[in-house]
Antibody
């Protein structure tokens, strides 16, 4: 089981960024992907999750700025964050998650992680 | 939001020691808690899920206990590779929230 993320990005304030998470070694449509970020020298912050069928749960502070999608044909999840500011400079991680789609209750959280993608926002 | 308060924020211990890290939830979360280890420069790694279940492949010297609002990660027979920051994560209710982390140094 592996999650391999796209490379680092440098963006200007106001721009958007996409981070991709390619999965392998398991059935993509049996799990979802959650996103967690870590600002330099700081702790971990949960952002949200998405499942193979397009269902999502987004942390309120990211509503309107964060879009999470999945591509079942390539077993890849994508995270798009727009209207970037310097406060969005962080390492972004994807991790595998399993939830009941009807209740959104958790079965398993973040057992496998990607290697992280550094997003730097700077003018 | 459920606040997760971890203590201590840092500690230093010797090889072979037993170390205890605590997480307190601002409201009851049953056993919906995981413990994660983040070694320097690496992605986090799950050690414990459902408060006390050991992740497959994690060393048996890691043990999790607790339910409700009080949780503890115990590391027995501390090893050099245990140098890391440890986080708890509650997933009982949204938004999922992490503790602020405990930095473990090896004397």
């Amino acid at each position: 089981v592996q999650l391999v993320q796209s490379g680092g990005e440098v963006k200007k304030p106001g721009a958007s960024v996409r981070v991709s998470c390619r999965t392998s070694g398991y059935s993509f449509d049996s799990y979802g992907i959650t996103w967690v970020r870590q600002a330099p020298g700081q702790g971990l912050e949960w952002m949200g999750w998405s499942t193979y069928n397009g269902q999502t749960n987004t942390a309120q502070r990211f509503l309107g700025r964060l879009t999470m999608t999945t591509d079942t044909s390539s077993s890849t999840a994508h995270m798009d964050l727009k209207s970037l500011t310097s406060a969005d400079t962080a390492v972004y991680y994807c991790a595998r998650v399993n939830v009941y789609l009807d209740t959104e209750d958790v079965i398993s959280v973040a057992d496998i992680w990607g290697q992280g993608s550094l997003v730097t926002v700077s003018s | 939001d459920i606040q997760m308060t971890q203590s201590p924020s840092s500690l230093s211990a010797s090889i072979g020691d037993t170390v205890t890290i605590t997480c307190r939830a601002s409201q009851g979360i049953r056993e919906a808690l995981g413990w994660y280890q983040q070694q320097p420069g690496k992605a986090p790694r799950r050690l414990i899920y459902s408060a006390s279940s050991l992740q497959s492949g994690a060393p048996v010297r890691f043990r999790g206990i607790g339910s409700g609002t009080e949780f503890t990660l115990i590391i027995n027979n501390l090893q050099p590779e245990d140098l890391a920051t440890y986080y708890c994560l509650q997933y009982r209710s949204y938004p999922w929230t992490f503790g602020q982390g405990t930095r473990l140094e090896i004397k």
